[in-house]
C-alpha cells in the first residue's frame, strides 16, 4: 500500500476504504489501482466484513483518470493493455466479490470515477455531486463494465446520451434516473452511508451473496468488459487521443 487508499474499520462488520488523493481530486494512477484492489481484496476475504463504504478524501470522489500520467499510460499496447486490466479488475471486485458495496459520493464522479459508483451496490450522492463520462470526447472508451450496465439503469438511449454525448447531471437528476439510491445533505454524508452499510451487514450473508451473484450476470459482463478493454487500448494508442489530450494539458 502506498498511502493513495485509506481503510478505517467502524464497527458493525463495516470496513470504510477511502481514496486518497485529494490534490487531485483522487485522479486514478496505477498506484491507487494497486491499492484500491489490494484493500477490496483483502476486505472480502476477511470474514468480520460484510459491508464495505467506499469514499473519497477532499472535495471529489474520484475526477477520472489522471491525465498528467497519459503518456506514460499509453506508451506501448501491452503496457496500456496492463494498465486498463488494472482498472477493470476494480470493477471485478466490486460488483463480483462477495462484499456489498455501499458508495458514499461527492463533489465530483467523472469518468472512471462514476464507472465505480455505477458498480456499487448503493451509491448515497451528496447534493452538489456532479457526474459525466469524458472518455469519447477524449477518444477513448468506457470501462467498468458500463457498457452492459449502464443500459440496464437507464435504458439504452440515455446511456447513448451520458456515453456518447458526454452529458453533464447532477445528484437529484442521478436519483431520478435510478444512478443513486439516495441523495442527501453533505453534511450527513457518512452517516447515511454507514447507516446503510450496517443494515446490509446485519442481513445474513448467503442470502445477500446470492443475489449479488445473480444480479451481476457474469455471462454478460465478461464479454462486455473485454470488448471495453479492447476499444479503449486502441484509444489510448491512436495518436489522435494523445493530441487532444495535450492540447488540453
Known amino acids: ?23 487531485r481530486l483522487n485522479a486514478i494512477v496505477p498506484e491507487l489501482l494497486d491499492d484500491l484492489n489490494h484493500a477490496l481484496e483483502a476486505a472480502d476475504r476477511d470474514p468480520a466484513i460484510r459491508a464495505i463504504v467506499l469514499t473519497g478524501a ?10 498528467k500520467d497519459f503518456g506514460t499510460q499509453a506508451a506501448d499496447e501491452p503496457g ?47 447534493e452538489g455531486t456532479r457526474f ?28 447513448r446520451e451520458l456515453i456518447m454525448l458526454g452529458e453533464r447531471f447532477d445528484a437529484a437528476q442521478a436519483r431520478e434516473w435510478g444512478l443513486v439510491y439516495k441523495v442527501v445533505p453533505d453534511a450527513t454524508l457518512r452517516d447515511e452511508a454507514l447507516n446503510l452499510a450496517r443494515r446490509i ?33 486502441r484509444g489510448f494508442l491512436d495518436p489522435a487521443t494523445a493530441a487532444r489530450i495535450g492540447a488540453f494539458k
Open 1 to 23: 500500500m502506498t498511502g493513495t487508499i485509506l481503510t478505517e474499520d467502524a464497527g458493525d462488520g463495516v470496513r470504510i476504504v477511502t481514496l486518497n488523493r485529494p490534490h
Open 80 to 126: 496500456t493493455r496492463a494498465y486498463i486490466e488494472r482498472i477493470q479488475d476494480v470493477t471485478r471486485n466490486l460488483v463480483l466479490g462477495d462484499t456489498p458495496i455501499i458508495g458514499a459520493i461527492r463533489g465530483w464522479a467523472v469518468g472512471g470515477g462514476l464507472e465505480w459508483v455505477i458498480n456499487c451496490d448503493f451509491a448515497i450522492a451528496a
Open 132 to 159: 459525466f463520462f469524458p472518455e469519447i470526447a477524449w477518444g477513448v472508451f468506457v470501462t467498468g463494465g458500463v457498457s452492459e450496465l449502464l443500459p440496464r439503469l437507464v435504458g439504452l438511449q440515455r446511456a
Open 201 to 233: 451487514a446485519a442481513l445474513p450473508v448467503g442470502p445477500v451473496r446470492d443475489l449479488r451473484r445473480i444480479l451481476a450476470r457474469r455471462d454478460a459482463l465478461a464479454p462486455a468488459m473485454a470488448a471495453e478493454t479492447d476499444a479503449t487500448v
Open 58 to 67: 477532499g472535495r471529489a470522489f474520484c475526477s477520472g483518470d489522471d491525465l
